[in-house]
C-alpha cells in the first residue's frame, strides 16, 4: 500500500536555543574570570605605604657606616665558605632592609617585592628584586660579588 505522507525525522528541533544556552554558558564563564582578576588587583591595591618622614634628623653616615660594616661581614663569611650563596643573599637583603627601616622608619623587612615597587624607591626596589631568585630558588645561582658591589653603593650614595 502507497501512501503520500512522509514522516518528519525524529528529533527536529531548532538549534537556534542550543546557541543561546552556549553563549550563556561562555558569557557566564568570562564574567566570572573577570570578577576573580578585578577582585585581586584591587587587594593588591589596598596595601598601605607609609610615606618617607621628613622631621626625624638621623646620624646618617653612622647608619651607614654599620650597614657597610654588616656587608663587609657577610661578604668575609661567604668567601670563607661560612655560609651558602642563598643565606648569604639573605643576609645582604636583611642588611639592605634594615638601612632602609633605620634611615626612613618605613617597614621595608616587612614588605613584599611588590609593596617595595610602590614606596617609589627605584635603587632598594632592584636590589631586592635582584636578590629574590638566589633566595627563594631550588638551587640558588648568582653574581654575590655584583651584588655586594650594588649593595655597597646603594647604601653609599643614599641622602
Not at 24 to 51: M, N, P, Q, R
Not at 69 to 86: A, G, P, T
Request: charged share 25%.
Amino acid at each position: 500500500m502507497q501512501t503520500s505522507i512522509n514522516l518528519q525525522d525524529p528529533l527536529t528541533y531548532s538549534i537556534i536555543p542550543l546557541i543561546i544556552s552556549v553563549c550563556l554558558v561562555v558569557a557566564t564563564v568570562i564574567y566570572i574570570i573577570y570578577l576573580s582578576k578585578t577582585k585581586e588587583k584591587t587587594e593588591i591595591e589596598e596595601i598601605d605605604v607609609k610615606e618617607i618622614p621628613e622631621k626625624n634628623i638621623k646620624n646618617i653616615p653612622a647608619i651607614k657606616g654599620k650597614y657597610l660594616d654588616q656587608l663587609e661581614s657577610i661578604e668575609y663569611k661567604y668567601e670563607n665558605n661560612m655560609i651558602e650563596l642563598r643565606r648569604a643573599y639573605q643576609m645582604i637583603s636583611e642588611a639592605i632592609r634594615l638601612f632602609v627601616f633605620e634611615i626612613t622608619d618605613i617597614t621595608t623587612q616587612n614588605y613584599s617585592l611588590t609593596e617595595i615597587k610602590k614606596l617609589n624607591m627605584p635603587q632598594l626596589y632592584e636590589l631586592i628584586k635582584e636578590y629574590y631568585e638566589p633566595e627563594f630558588a631550588s638551587k640558588s645561582v648568582g653574581d654575590f660579588k655584583a651584588s655586594i658591589i650594588k649593595a655597597r653603593r646603594v647604601i653609599n650614595e643614599w641622602n
